[in-house]
Each structure stands twice: as structure tokens, then as C-alpha cells.
T-cell receptor
Framework: AQRVTQPEKLLSVFKGAPVELKCNYSYSGSPELFWYVQYSRQRLQLLLRHISRESIKGFTADLNKGETSFHLKKPFAQEEDSAMYYCALSGAAVSSYKLIFGSGTRLLVRP | NAGVTQTPKFQVLKTGQSMTLQCAQDMNHEYMSWYRQDPGMGLRLIHYSVGAGITDQGEVPNGYNVSRSTTEDFPLRLLSAAPSQTSVYFC?????????????FGPGTRLTVT
């Protein structure tokens, strides 16, 4: 079955510390992986996707097919990074349009 | 270009009442979907549509109906509200052409069923 697991409900770090939000997936085939972010009182929005291999707001994520992981990383956290982060998966096995979301990780960056 | 809009923003219903959550998009996207967001469970797909006249069930469809008579609109109907349907509901849309299908989300509707 296709599934996305985010093991941490809450991740609390101090400003300037490195951040890693974990995401593991289960999928038969070639998935497309995404990170979506929801800032307080704002709508969910795409942060980055694995195929573009870009860095957005200092965040990067590498797809590791051997470990079936897509962890989100940032070397120096900022207070404005505090938000809810969702890892999501799509692909031909679930219909390319459908997204399967993880349960989310709340990132709290303290001053 | 308003993107994806949802109404109402907040709603309180009594058990057994029915209502329709509205969703509209002005990006000419073929794909539209409804999710519910519950603490500790992430977003779960309720229903989706790949074009006008075509709908299908997602992960948690029971108690909800949808229809897609136009490309722009995708209303979600609660037939007989239950407390278990207390949640935040998000509508999303995406294009089905051009590669990876980034989904655009509406601002959400917070529903409480008492």
C-alpha cells in the first residue's frame, strides 16, 4: 500500500540550529515526492518537489530510493520557518493527480 | 486571479443537518479535490474529480457527496452531519497537463458539528 510516514509530530529547535524533518514512504513504482507547508492562518502551499531539485527558503530535500526517504533539511532555522510541514506523494500507482499526505510535523523555531 | 476560493470560512451545524461547502477555481484546472484535515492524521482525500462530469471517491468518502457540473466549481455536500465530521476542509485544484501536478489549495472551511 502507498503510505507516507512522518514520525515526528513536533520538532522544536532554537534559531540558527539545523533542522531535519523526516519523511519515509512506501510506494511500488517511481513516486513523486513533495513538501507542503502551512504557516499560521495561511493556506497550504507547495514548498518544494523532488524532481526540481531546488532550494526554497534555504530548505532542500533529497529523494533516497534505497531508504525510501525524502527528508527536509535546512542548515540554519529561522523563526519564520515555524509552521506545519506535510510530506506528500503522488505517482502513476495512485493516479498522478492524487496526493497521499503524511500526518504532518509541526516545526517550532524558538528565539 | 483569485486562485482557489472556499465558502464559508466557518460553519457550525447540528447533528443531522445538511449543508454544502463551496469551492471554486479560476485557473481552468481539470483536477479538483476535497481533503479533510484532522490533528495527527494529516490531510485525507474525500472525493476528487478529473474533469466536469467525472468524480470518484478518495480515502474517506462516507457521508459526503460531490458533483462537478462545471470546470470551475466542485461543491462538497454533507448529507446528514455527524460530530465525526468536525474538521477543517480544504479544496485543491491542479492542472493535468505539463508534467508534475502541483496542487493549489483554498483557505479552508472550519466545520463544527454539535
Amino acid at each position: 500500500a502507498q503510505r507516507v510516514t512522518q514520525p515526528e509530530k513536533l520538532l522544536s529547535v532554537f534559531k540558527g540550529a539545523p533542522v531535519e524533518l523526516k519523511c519515509n514512504y512506501s510506494y511500488s513504482g517511481s513516486p513523486e515526492l513533495f513538501w507542503y507547508v502551512q504557516y499560521s492562518r495561511q493556506r497550504l502551499q507547495l514548498l518544494l518537489r523532488h524532481i526540481s531539485r531546488e532550494s526554497i527558503k534555504g530548505f532542500t530535500a533529497d529523494l533516497n530510493k534505497g531508504e525510501t526517504s525524502f527528508h527536509l533539511k535546512k542548515p540554519f532555522a529561522q523563526e519564520e520557518d515555524s509552521a506545519m510541514y506535510y510530506c506528500a506523494l503522488s505517482g502513476a500507482a495512485v493516479s498522478s493527480y492524487k496526493l497521499i499526505f503524511g500526518s504532518g510535523t509541526r516545526l517550532l523555531v524558538r528565539p | 486571479n483569485a486562485g482557489v476560493t472556499q465558502t464559508p470560512k466557518f460553519q457550525v451545524l447540528k447533528t443531522g443537518q445538511s449543508m454544502t461547502l463551496q469551492c471554486a477555481q479560476d485557473m481552468n484546472h481539470e483536477y479538483m479535490s476535497w481533503y479533510r484535515q484532522d490533528p495527527g492524521m494529516g490531510l485525507r482525500l474525500i472525493h476528487y474529480s478529473v474533469g466536469a462530469g467525472i468524480t470518484d471517491q478518495g480515502e474517506v468518502p462516507n457521508g459526503y457527496n460531490v458533483s462537478r457540473s462545471t470546470t470551475e466549481d466542485f461543491p462538497l455536500r454533507l448529507l446528514s452531519a455527524a460530530p465525526s465530521q468536525t474538521s477543517v476542509y480544504f479544496c485543491a485544484s491542479s492542472s493535468t497537463s505539463g508534467g508534475t501536478y502541483e496542487q493549489y489549495f483554498g483557505p479552508g472551511t472550519r466545520l463544527t458539528v454539535t
